[in-house]
Antibody, heavy 124, light 107 residues
């Protein structure tokens, strides 16, 4: 059974750095073809892919965040960490981590198990 | 970036209705298309991946079709638990992009 849980601050100030941890079970990021992604959803709005990390440490990011996003993994702890620098009120959203799967074993194409999400508010 | 559009943005339908939602990409994306359902206050859940493959555990009343840049999600007979917002997502190229969503409401 695959589960993912996001943890981190619920409130950050503008210009601060957000660090969220995704702790997962039921799979290993050492296994080929596996990835973990981060997706966010502003209140009442749609979904935005932030990026994902693959089992081989390949990382992909959304360039719309202009280099502010970093995703790292700790395979021994079954954790993936999202860092977003220079937070702005427009970054207020529910942040989800999700298990990524591909149409082939060489990619991530979609997200089949999601954490419950954590609401992060950016306000002074 | 590949832009994804969906139509309609919302619809009202009755239980038992056949519902069709369209997703269009700004360029051809092969079969790299996934559909998600998000119920109010809940986490998105994958329904269809690779355009037409039904995710394990998803009822067979959901189906997907399409190719190139035009895709369709069909619910053959709408059930009370299907009222939600539906999103398409392309994985043909990075950055992955989602459609804006189609909200299916009770008539």
């Amino acid at each position: 059974q695959i589960t993912l849980t996001e943890s981190g601050p619920s409130l950050v100030k503008p210009t601060q750095t957000l660090t969220l941890t995704c702790t997962f079970s039921g799979f290993s990021l050492r296994a080929s073809g596996v990835g973990v992604g981060w997706i966010r959803q502003p209140p009442g709005k749609g979904l935005e892919w932030l990026g994902h990390i693959f089992w081989d440490d390949d990382r992909r990011y959304n360039p719309s965040l202009e280099g502010r996003v970093t995703i790292t993994k700790d395979t021994s702890e079954n954790q993936v960490v999202l860092t977003v620098t220079d937070m702005d009120p427009e970054d207020t959203a529910t942040y989800y981590c999700a298990h990524g799967r591909g149409f082939s074993v060489t990619t991530v194409d979609y997200f089949d198990f999601w954490g419950q999400g954590t609401l992060v508010t950016v306000s002074s | 970036d590949i832009q994804m559009t969906q139509s309609p943005s919302s619809l009202s339908a009755s239980v038992g209705d056949r519902v069709t939602i369209t997703c269009r990409a700004s360029q051809t994306i092969g079969n790299y298309l996934t559909w998600y359902q998000q119920k109010p206050g809940k986490v998105p859940a994958v329904l269809i991946y690779a355009t037409s493959k039904l995710q394990s555990g998803v009822p067979s009343r959901f189906s997907g079709s399409g190719s190139g840049a035009d895709f369709t999600l069909t619910i053959s007979s709408l059930q009370p638990e299907d009222f939600a917002t539906f999103y398409c997502q392309q994985s043909y190229s990075h950055p992955f992009t989602f459609g804006p969503g189609t909200k299916v409401e009770i008539k």
